[in-house]
Nanobody
Framework: VQLQASGGGLVQAGGSLRLSCAAS????????MGWFRQGPGKEREFVAA????????YYADSVKGRFTISRDNAKNTVYLQMNSLKPEDTAVYYC???????????????????WGQGTLVTVSS
């Protein structure tokens, strides 16, 4: 099982970044995918998720309208496009895969089976 997140970096407030998470085919197929983040001194929190079928998406209120999650099943990759970034978006961002999750449980980190190593996003003011 492999999840490899990339695309983090340093950006000024108002800027954009796109995170990518490449998964092994076995992990990606039929898996719901999520992005979580953990800021300094904070607990890990839900950011966005996308269902493996139909592409239904979910967003945290704090990122709704600014972030977009998408997936390319042919490339076994999930993306997080982050626009209008704010200093409070600074965190380590993790991608995760869930194989058996229903309803709003997709927002819960404990429901995810596999995690990537994280990529740091720093937003300067």
């Amino acid at each position: 099982v492999q999840l490899q997140a990339s695309g983090g970096g340093l950006v000024q407030a108002g800027g954009s970044l796109r995170l990518s998470c490449a998964a092994s085919r076995r992990t990606f197929s039929s898996s719901d995918m999520g992005w979580f983040r953990q800021g300094p001194g904070k607990e890990r929190e839900f950011v966005a998720a996308i269902r493996w079928s139909a592409g239904i998406t979910y967003y945290a209120d704090s990122v709704k309208g600014r972030f977009t999650i998408s997936r390319d099943n042919a490339k076994n990759t999930v993306y997080l496009q982050m626009n209008s970034l704010k200093p409070e978006d600074t965190a380590v961002y993790y991608c995760a895969a869930a194989t058996r999750v229903t309803g709003r449980d997709i927002l819960l980190p404990d429901m995810y089976d596999h995690w990537g190593q994280g990529t740091l996003v720093t937003v300067s003011s």
